[in-house]
T-cell receptor, first 111, second 114 residues
Framework: NAGVTQTPKFQVLKTGQSMTLQCAQD?????MYWYRQDPGMGLRLIYY???????DKGEVPNGYNVSRLNKREFSLRLESAAPSQTSVYFC??????????FGPGTRLLVL | KQEVTQIPAALSVPEGENLVLNCSFT??????LQWFRQDPGKGLTSLLL?????REQTSGRLNASLDKSSGRSTLYIAASQPGDSATYLC?????????????FGRGTSLIVHP
C-alpha cells in the first residue's frame, strides 16, 4: 500500500521555467490538497480538490495551476517559476473530514 | 478566516518528562482537529484525529483533548523519549465554500534530550 506518492523528490529550476509536480493516492479518497511549507510560515494551502472534476483555490494560489486528472491523481503546475516559489511542496489526501495522509514532499529550488 | 496558533514554538525537555503542547483556533465551527508529527526533511505523519463531537483521543503515550467551545486542544506526551524529538503540528478542518478546508498551525519543535 503506497499511500500518497509524489514526484519528483527534488528539482532545481531557473526563473521562468515551468514544471509539473505529480501526486497520486491509492486510498480511494475524494479530497486531495497541495500545500507549500516555508520556514516560519507553516503549511499553507495552495489548491484543493474536494472530488474528481472540481478544484478550488486555497490561501496562496497565485502562480500555480492544478489538474485533478482522475480520482487518484492531482497535479500542480508552475507556469513560470519565480524564486519566491522556492519551497517544499506537499500533497495530501483524505476522506471528507477524515484523516489527512501526506506524501513525502518535493523540494523545489528556483534560481 | 480560521487562524491556528501553537504554543510554545519550541520546547526542550529531559527524557522522562510529561509534557503538554497547545493548539488554539479562532473559529469554533470545526469538523475535526488533527495532530501530526514531522521529522526533519520528511512528510507529516498523522498521530491523532479528534472529531468535533469528541473530547479526546488516545494512542499509546499520546493523549489529545479538544475543547471546541474555547477553541483549544492539547497534546499530552507521557514519559517523553529522545525518539519523540520532532515538530508537532495541529490542523483544524472547517467548512468553506461547501468543502472541508484544513488550516495548520506553525508547529512546536520538540527536543527530548537524554
Amino acid at each position: 500500500n503506497a499511500g500518497v506518492t509524489q514526484t519528483p523528490k527534488f528539482q532545481v529550476l531557473k526563473t521562468g521555467q515551468s514544471m509539473t509536480l505529480q501526486c497520486a493516492q491509492d486510498m480511494n479518497h475524494n479530497s486531495m490538497y497541495w500545500y507549500r511549507q516555508d520556514p516560519g510560515m507553516g503549511l499553507r494551502l495552495i489548491y484543493y480538490s474536494a472530488s474528481e472534476g472540481t478544484t478550488d483555490k486555497g490561501e496562496v494560489p497565485n502562480g500555480y495551476n492544478v489538474s485533478r486528472l482522475n480520482k487518484r491523481e492531482f497535479s500542480l503546475r508552475l507556469e513560470s517559476a519565480a524564486p519566491s516559489q522556492t519551497s517544499v511542496y506537499f500533497c495530501a489526501s483524505s476522506a471528507p473530514a477524515g484523516h489527512q495522509y501526506f506524501g513525502p514532499g518535493t523540494r523545489l529550488l528556483v534560481l | 478566516k480560521q487562524e491556528v496558533t501553537q504554543i510554545p514554538a519550541a520546547l526542550s525537555v529531559p527524557e522522562g518528562e510529561n509534557l503538554v503542547l497547545n493548539c488554539s483556533f479562532t473559529d469554533s465551527a470545526i469538523y475535526n482537529l488533527q495532530w501530526f508529527r514531522q521529522d526533519p526533511g520528511k512528510g507529516l505523519t498523522s498521530l491523532l484525529l479528534i472529531q468535533s463531537s469528541q473530547r479526546e483521543q488516545t494512542s499509546g503515550r499520546l493523549n489529545a483533548s479538544l475543547d471546541k467551545s474555547s477553541g483549544r486542544s492539547t497534546l499530552y506526551i507521557a514519559a517523553s523519549q529522545p525518539g519523540d524529538s520532532a515538530t508537532y503540528l495541529c490542523a483544524v478542518t472547517s467548512l468553506g465554500g461547501g468543502s472541508y478546508i484544513p488550516t495548520f498551525g506553525r508547529g512546536t519543535s520538540l527536543i527530548v534530550h537524554p
